[in-house]
T-cell receptor
Framework: KAGVTQTPRYLIKTRGQQVTLSCSPI?????VSWYQQTPGQGLQFLFE???????NKGNFPGRFSGRQFSNSRSEMNVSTLELGDSALYLC??????????????FGPGTRLTVT | DAKTTQPTSMDCAEGRAANLPCNHS???????VYWYRQIHSQGPQYIIH???NNETNEMASLIITEDRKSSTLILPHATLRDTAVYYC?????????????FGGGTRLMVKP
């Protein structure tokens, strides 16, 4: 079974621009979560999608948004990029957010650098 | 979620077993112990989880003490590719448990 895939793997953007990152979950997994990882803040939860609906959201400004498609693929968008948005963005999938579905499988991440 | 305590770093010789301890003395009855690892510049990788019985899979074994206040992750034959930061996480049931939080972890260095 193929793992979680994320595209692109590396991205360089300029302040003020916007960016869209893509995640394809493991086949059969319908829950997709997004995380931001930085050396200073560690791993921070952004949001989770299940059945095309956002189920949980972390403490990030409205510039961070996401969506999920009917095939469970997900995208996240960051508008008006700031230097502090430079980070590794990770996508994780699991079968569902329900009880028992505790294992989350992470993708390799997208390394975003904002200059 | 219960707090966990892990050593900051450990070394292991290649081919030997790596035993990574984790203390979670405030764990409650319905909380699971999860282990993840993160190799430099890659996403976290799920390794194994357990409730109270010892567990084994193709990657590792998880030994949980009878009082559940501590556990040990065992990599039976460590390789150089097992060099990573290993995170022990205790998490309860339910939808709220999808927000994964990693602590400091143990930096395992496997040496030739």
């Amino acid at each position: 079974k193929a793992g979680v895939t994320q595209t692109p793997r590396y991205l360089i953007k300029t302040r003020g621009q916007q960016v869209t990152l893509s995640c394809s979950p493991i086949s059969g997994h319908r829950s997709v979560s997004w995380y931001q990882q930085t050396p200073g803040q560690g791993l921070q939860f952004l949001f989770e999608y299940f059945s095309e609906t956002q189920r949980n959201k972390g403490n990030f400004p409205g510039r961070f948004s996401g969506r999920q498609f009917s095939n469970s693929r997900s995208e996240m968008n960051v508008s008006t990029l700031e230097l502090g948005d430079s980070a590794l963005y990770l996508c994780a999938s699991r079968e569902s957010p329900g009880q028992g579905a505790y294992e989350q499988y992470f993708g390799p991440g997208t390394r975003l650098t904002v200059t | 979620d219960a707090k966990t305590t892990q050593p900051t770093s450990m070394d292991c010789a290649e081919g030997r077993a790596a035993n990574l301890p984790c203390n979670h003395s405030t764990i409650s009855g319905n909380e699971y112990v999860y282990w993840y690892r993160q190799i430099h510049s890659q996403g976290p990788q799920y390794i194994i989880h357990g409730l109270k019985n010892n567990e084994t899979n193709e990657m590792a074994s998880l030994i949980i003490t009878e009082d559940r206040k501590s556990s040990t992750l065992i990599l039976p034959h460590a390789t150089l590719r097992d060099t990573a930061v290993y995170y022990c996480i205790v998490r309860g049931r339910g939808n709220a448990g999808n927000m994964l939080t990693f602590g400091g972890g143990t930096r395992l260095m496997v040496k030739p």
